[in-house]
């Protein structure tokens, strides 16, 4: 079992290869430690959309490319209610593992394709690009710094190199 990633394109303006961006946010997240059961949804949206969303949630006017949202800092834990004192009598099963929601990634493939017009890419690419950066983020990486914004767009760089299949020229 891999890490679940559910995926919905939700808009019209942009061509969106849903199974390219699942087998790559499920890649990046394998590579950086994420176990099954694990569960991420991953939303291509229109520019309403995302504005009304980054409004909503981060108080910030207008569209931007890429939103992340975590859900859980770490899975609920198991055992006995109330007080997880274990899994039960002596020698039964232990209870699975619950699974870990992760999050959503939120992507506007229009806001995408400005994107890649000014960073000299395909709409495809810059998209995947957005698809590991929401990743990340899901995981806690952040860029609020120089230091910080410089590790996280290499192992950008890194997992796009690995996992994902660049678009034809």
């Known amino acids: 079992m891999s890490v679940e990633v559910f995926a919905a394109d939700e808009q019209d303006a942009q061509e969106v290869d849903l199974d390219r961006y699942v087998r790559l946010a499920r890649a990046a997240l394998e590579a950086e430690g994420v176990r099954s059961p694990a569960e991420v949804s991953l939303l291509f949206v229109?520019?309403?959309?995302?504005?009304?969303?980054n409004e909503r949630f981060l108080g910030k006017s207008g569209p931007t490319d890429v939103l992340s949202f975590p859900l859980e800092d770490d899975p609920a834990p198991s055992?006995?209610?109330?007080?997880?004192?274990?899994?039960?009598?002596?020698?039964?099963?232990?209870?699975d593992e619950p699974e870990l929601l992760?999050?959503?990634?939120v992507i506007c493939p229009e806001i995408?394709?400005?994107n890649a017009a000014r960073h000299e890419v395909s709409p495809a690419?810059?998209?995947?690009?957005?698809?590991?950066?929401?990743?990340?983020?899901?995981?806690?990486?952040d860029h609020m710094i120089e230091a910080e914004a410089e590790r996280m767009e290499a192992r950008e760089r890194e997992l796009l190199g690995r996992f994902d299949r660049p678009a034809a020229s």
């Open 112 to 114: 995408a394709v400005a």
């Open 79 to 95: 055992g006995r209610s109330p007080d997880s004192g274990g899994g039960g009598p002596l020698g039964a099963e232990p209870l």
């Open 125 to 141: 690419d810059e998209m995947a690009l957005l698809v590991v950066h929401g990743a990340l983020h899901l995981l806690g990486w």
């Open 102 to 105: 992760l999050g959503d990634i």
């Open 46 to 53: 229109d520019v309403d959309a995302i504005a009304n969303l």
